[in-house]
């Protein structure tokens, strides 16, 4: 089983650039999240999607936004990048509610560095 | 808001030395309580959790016990290996979102 896949893996943007970050789970799983992890912050919730067909803001959203394109697939976009952006980024999905003590299952994250 | 406070390292231990990782959380409500491993250069993986007062989870020697009265989620394991050496993080849910600590770094000596 592939479990939850990122891409790409590496990536290295200059300030003002745009990307979008993919990740696509096979596990049928309703709920998608994307988190970032700096070293001493631990991991910070950016956006998530409970549901095909919704979205919601985590802790920190500006300078990102989502699609939920379907069931499978849930992308993280920057439309201009900065340094402050520069961190790992970890997608990760759930079957159910985690607060029901459904666990997420994470991708092995996508390493961003902006000059 | 909810929150998790863990002890953050990093910490160094010799091989079959006894490891507690400390974790208080502040939440209302009944939330779930997990904690998760992450291994270099890979991403988080479940490690164990709980959903109610005073259950108890365990993997791979590890155990962790939810105290409500202390709000409380301590990770324990009698005797670590090397291969235990990674980054343990603490985490909470009482909704449809996981709450994270800041993580602790884990080195086993052999």
């Known amino acids: 089983n592939a479990g939850v896949t990122q891409t790409p893996k590496f990536q290295v943007l200059k300030t003002g650039q745009s990307m979008t970050l993919q990740c696509a789970q096979d596990m049928n799983h309703n709920s998608m999240y994307w988190y970032r992890q700096d070293p001493g912050m631990g991991l910070r919730l950016i956006y998530y999607?409970?549901?095909?067909?919704?979205?919601d803001k985590g802790e920190v959203p500006n300078g990102y936004n989502v699609s939920r394109l379907n069931k499978r697939e849930f992308s993280l976009r920057l439309e201009s990048a900065a340094p402050s952006q520069t961190s790992v980024y970890f997608c990760?999905?759930?079957?159910?509610?985690?607060?029901?003590?459904?666990?997420?299952?994470f991708g092995n994250g996508t390493r961003l560095t902006v000059t | 808001g909810n929150s998790v406070t863990q002890m953050e390292g990093p910490v160094t231990l010799s091989e079959e030395a006894f490891l507690t990782i400390n974790c208080t959380y502040t939440?209302?409500?009944?939330?779930?309580l997990f904690w998760y491993v992450q291994y270099p250069g890979e991403g988080l993986q479940l490690l164990l959790k709980a959903t109610k007062a005073d259950d108890k989870g365990s993997n791979k020697g590890f155990e962790a016990t939810y105290r409500k009265e202390t709000t409380s989620f301590h990770l324990e394991k009698g005797s670590v290996q090397v291969s235990d050496s990674a980054v343990y993080f603490c985490a909470l849910s009482g909704s449809e979102k996981l709450v994270f600590g800041k993580g602790m770094k884990l080195t086993v000596n052999p």
């Open positions: 939440a209302t409500g009944y939330p779930s």
């Open positions: 990760a999905s759930s079957d159910l509610n985690p607060g029901l003590g459904s666990p997420l299952h």
């Open positions: 999607s409970a549901s095909e067909g919704t979205t």
